[in-house]
């Protein structure tokens, strides 16, 4: 028997605070020997506009996928533009033994990935956020950066100045104590601790020259080919580290330089390592950070676990 998880109980069960331990393990999974992350499928609908992928992984003890959707016309009709379900195969027959929709827990179980990998990178007393976007993610970028970090400081920067301006509105309610200001780019990441990047672009947001000794850099927003956040010329003077390795390659931000990747000439470090304490992270206080987040099926099933059985236990989990 199928069990069914709605949205409108997901949305009861999720916050920052449960996604983080979930993602934080897909992490770790998805750099061991005993998980498998299959290529991202990115597909069309019937009109082009709107958009699909699929995103598959395997564990020892979990099997599945994340569907994911982007219709651009839907906020005509009520709806939101992204939707997400999360598919868990039982592993004894084959059949699909969970069906979660998950289009809110989408947005934390992203954030979440980009609060793991700050926690493990990020400077312990980074107190200037530079985040780039005015969307939903990155409203929950922020928020889910200062749980884990001493931020006293947002700096906005996006494209539209009103829009820039109701966001930081937004976040100013929801992230607590940092005051948040809209700013120039040049400005923001001259002044910033971490940047983190949520956006669509398909070409670099800022200059490498801007990033200070000791910045931490997220680019969330690239999960697909041609889409790009970061400036190449940055990768030099920093660390570089993703979520899966094979998959940053293809359809995140390092496929960029995959052929300097390829050749030795950048070294390329999952996350999980570090968390295992495989691999060094953050050396000194001057180093650069990068992560790259393009998003990992393991995370949807660790968080779609979770979930599963939060809703059986009927546990409720505060925002």
Not at 302 to 311: C, K, Q, V
């Amino acid at each position: 028997m199928v069990k069914f998880v709605s949205e409108d109980e997901t949305q009861r069960l999720i916050s920052h605070e449960a996604a983080f331990e979930p993602v934080r393990q897909a992490l770790v999974a998805a750099a061991s020997g005993d998980a498998r992350v299959f290529p991202a499928v990115i597909a069309r609908a019937s009109e082009p506009q709107n958009t699909f992928s699929l995103k598959s992984g395997s564990t020892a003890d979990l099997a599945g996928l994340k569907v994911g959707s982007f219709w651009p016309g839907n906020p005509a009709k009520g709806l939101p533009r992204h939707n997400s379900t999360i598919f868990l195969i039982d592993q004894d027959n084959g059949r699909i033994g969970a069906v979660i929709e998950a289009s809110a827990v989408n947005a934390y179980r992203t954030a979440a990935a980009d609060a793991v990998a700050a926690k493990a990178l990020a400077r312990p007393d980074s107190e200037t956020l530079a985040v780039f976007g005015a969307g939903h993610q990155a409203l929950y970028e922020c928020v889910a950066l200062a749980r884990v970090l001493p931020l006293k400081r947002v700096l906005v920067v996006a494209r539209d100045p009103a829009k820039a301006q109701r966001f930081a509105a937004r976040l100013a309610e929801r992230a607590g104590g940092p005051a948040v200001r809209v700013a120039e780019a040049e400005d923001a990441c001259r002044a910033a601790d971490v940047v983190v990047t949520a956006t669509p672009s398909r070409a670099p947001l800022f200059d490498a020259g801007w990033i200070r000794p000791g910045t931490h850099v997220a680019g969330m927003g690239s999960d697909a080919r041609g889409k790009q956040e970061l400036p190449p010329g940055l990768f030099a003077r920093a660390r570089l580290f993703c979520d899966l390795p094979s998959q940053s390659v293809e359809i995140g931000e390092f496929q960029h330089v995959r052929d300097e990747i390829d050749r030795g000439a950048l070294t390329l470090t999952a996350i999980g390592d570090v968390l295992e304490g495989r691999a060094p992270g953050r050396a000194s206080a001057d180093d650069i950070t990068v992560f790259d987040s393009s998003g990992i099926a393991l995370q949807d099933l660790y968080i779609g676990r979770f979930l599963l059985a939060a809703a059986s236990e009927g546990r409720g989990v505060a925002a």
